[in-house]
Structures are given as C-alpha cells and as structure tokens.
T-cell receptor
Framework: GAVVSQHPSRVICKSGTSVKIECRSL??????MFWYRQFPKQSLMLMAT?????????EQGVEKDKFLINHASLTLSTLTVTSAHPEDSSFYIC??????????????FGPGTRLTVT | KNQVEQSPQSLIILEGKNCTLQ??????????LRWYKQDTGRGPVSLTI?????NTKSNGRYTATLDADTKQSSLHITASQLSDSASYIC??????FGAGTRLTVKP
C-alpha cells in the first residue's frame, strides 16, 4: 500500500521555539492531507485539512497562527508549531488521501511525530 | 461528549479467541465508517471502510459490520494472534475518531 512518511519522528524543543514537522506521500500524489493531534489514551483530534495550493482549513478551537500549515506540493505538507509551550507536547500525525476505484478513497497515515516541549 | 464512542475501553483475551469491538456514532450525515489498527507510538492503519450501502466488510480475520439505522458498527476479530495487540479506532467520515479500544492478546 501507499506510504506516508513524517519527519522527524521525535523532537524535543525548548519553550518559545518553533518546530516544523514534514509529512510526505512517498508514492502517490495527495491533493488533501490532514493533521491530527493525539494525547495519551485519547482519540485522534483533527486539527486541520491541508489542500495543495490553498490555505488550510482549521477545526474549531485550533489556532491557525500557532499551527502553521503549508501544502506546497502534491507530496508534501508541513506543520509548524510556533512559540511552542509544554502544553503543545503531543503526538502529531498526518494523513494523506489517495483516490481509489469506484469513488472510494484511501486514507494513509504517517507514523507520527512525538513532540516534547520543555 | 465525543461524537464517536467506542467500547470497551480495553479488552484482554487469550490467543486464538475471538472478540468484538463496538463503535457508536451520533453525527450526520454519513459518508463512511472506517476501522483502524494503531500500534503504540505509530500512526493508524486502515483495516476496513464501509459506506452507507454496505453493512459488512471483511479483511482477513477482521470483519466489520455497520447498522446505519442505529448508527452502530462492530469489528470482529477471529482467531486472535499476539500481533493483534493494539488499539482499534473507528472513525466517522474520516473526520471524527473514537478514543479506541486497547486490545491485549495473551498467550
């Protein structure tokens, strides 16, 4: 099946700094990518929908100025956590959508990025 | 209250046994319901996807059912293996996710 990669897999940063996370679809083009946050033992929370060449659509309660999303190409979306604080520590996961037969689409998830803000 | 509720929260079974996980959703409209397997510290992997007109879908030892009238879905795992130990998550329209059921398969 299709592969979605994320980089880095783990990052530790100091409070107040910014961190960029990359999400790549390795063998297919993804016009739509999604970013999620997942706290321990909780469900995935959709943060934003990223469309290639246009502005991301953010879910209610997600600060667009804090979580900057750029979907510059059909295979790459980036999430930048600006001025990170300890409460931003979480598991960030991206997914990419690939069109399939008969109107289906498949959704492939990246392996996730563990962000720790100290 | 989460719009997608899963039960049980956790489940321990012996290797070789079957189990059934439940997912209830409250939101409309409906496009699809998907079950994922998520290993600890990894991204979810899609197991099955069902649209409104489908009420069952199988993928190997995994069989998902859907009742769109009652807004309920289940995931049945047969002949469990140790490698089935993971969290199983259902999602509604790929937008809302349940908190998952943590399955542990013991030898």
């Amino acid at each position: 099946g299709a592969v979605v990669s994320q980089h880095p897999s783990r990052v530790i940063c100091k409070s107040g700094t910014s961190v960029k996370i990359e999400c790549r679809s390795l063998d297919f083009q993804a016009t739509t990518m999604f970013w999620y946050r997942q706290f321990p033992k909780q469900s995935l929370m959709l943060m934003a929908t990223s469309n290639e060449g246009s502005k991301a659509t953010y879910e209610q309660g997600v600060e667009k100025d804090k979580f900057l999303i750029n979907h510059a190409s059909l295979t790459l979306s980036t999430l930048t956590v600006t001025s990170a604080h300890p409460e931003d520590s979480s598991f960030y996961i991206c997914s990419a959508r690939e069109s399939a037969a008969a109107g289906y689409y498949e959704q492939y998830f990246g392996p996730g990025t563990r962000l720790t803000v100290t | 209250k989460n719009q997608v509720e899963q039960s049980p929260q956790s489940l321990i079974i012996l290797e070789g046994k079957n189990c059934t996980l439940q997912c209830n959703y409250t939101v409309s409209p409906f496009s699809n319901l998907r079950w994922y397997k998520q290993d600890t510290g990894r991204g979810p992997v899609s197991l099955t996807i069902m649209t409104f007109s489908e009420n069952t879908k199988s993928n190997g030892r995994y069989t998902a059912t859907l009742d769109a009238d009652t807004k309920q879905s289940s995931l049945h795992i047969t002949a469990s293996q140790l490698s089935d130990s993971a969290s199983y998550i259902c999602s509604h329209n790929d937008m809302r996710f349940g908190a998952g059921t943590r399955l542990t398969v013991k030898p």
